[in-house]
């Protein structure tokens, strides 16, 4: 084994020895030569012949130093290639997570749009419903406002009709019983006595007037339906009718009337 050792020594300073002459040799050569400098790059492989005894040795040892000293360069490679796989696997994961959060975001605002768009369209039911009620409670009230005040009007008219056949049942009763024709007479008496018939008046003298008074005899018009005498005579009898205000009353309410005839003639 040391001779082994000492044969190798010997070979390698050889092999070195060799390649420093020929490096000297050709920076002396490229010195020499006026052009400019051109840097090259040698590339150059060592190869040492060792006795045929020693190459099973000296194979075992470049074997077991190429074992024991891993290629730096490809294992930078692979860890920065696990790095950029890791970044490349962590993007995908961070924009899939991006995704399902603007997804679950597009899902919520349109979750959300649809409900206020549900409560609006409820609101509006509601609201449309409780116009609805209203305007029929407004119609009932109507309708019962409106019979009530139909069935007032019919007893009022019940009541008037009533009054009013009931006043003319007295009525005629009192003028059956000559209460009228007794009225009619005082009223007539009192115009004729005062009425001054003018000398132009003929013996056969008529007249008929319609004489309007209100409650408690006052006259407040007289009307010559027909009269055969002239216009002095005319205004005599309208005269009358005016200077005998008021006149009597009846004296039974119901003989009253606004307006009566009475037919006036000369004595």
Not at 210 to 229: A, E, Y
Request: contains cysteine; charged residues 35%; glycine residues 2%.
């Amino acid at each position: 084994m040391p001779q082994d050792s000492y044969n190798l020594a010997s070979v390698g300073l050889a092999v070195i020895l060799h390649i420093v002459l020929l490096a000297s040799m050709l920076v002396a050569f490229d010195w020499s030569r006026p052009q400019q400098i051109t840097p090259m790059a040698i590339r150059a492989t060592l190869v040492i012949e060792a006795p045929d005894a020693a190459k099973p040795l000296l194979k075992k040892k470049l074997e077991t130093k190429v074992e024991s000293k891993p290629d730096i360069s490809t294992s930078e490679e692979l860890r920065h290639q696990a790095e950029e796989e890791k970044r490349i696997k962590d993007a995908f994961i961070e924009k899939e997570r991006l995704k399902k959060i603007l997804k679950q975001k597009e899902a919520d605002r349109i979750k959300k749009e649809y409900e206020q768009a549900q409560r609006r369209r409820d609101e509006e039911i509601r609201k449309e419903r409780q116009r609805k009620e209203a305007e029929y409670k407004r119609q009932e009230n109507i309708k019962r406002q409106r019979d009530e005040n139909e069935r007032i009007r019919k007893e009022l008219e019940a009541e008037v009709r009533q009054m009013e056949i009931d006043a003319e049942s007295r009525r005629l009763a009192v003028v059956n019983s000559g209460e009228l024709a007794l009225y009619m007479a005082r009223i007539r008496q009192k115009i004729e006595r005062n009425w001054n018939v003018p000398a132009s008046a003929n013996a056969e003298l008529k007249c008929s007037v319609r004489v309007q008074q209100i409650p408690g005899g006052d006259v407040v018009g007289v009307t010559i339906l027909s009269c055969n005498g002239d216009d002095a005579v005319k205004r005599s009898v309208e005269a009358a009718v005016r200077n005998s205000s008021p006149l009597p009353e009846p004296s039974d309410p119901s003989l009253f009337d606004r307006n009566i005839r009475l037919n006036l003639s000369k004595r």
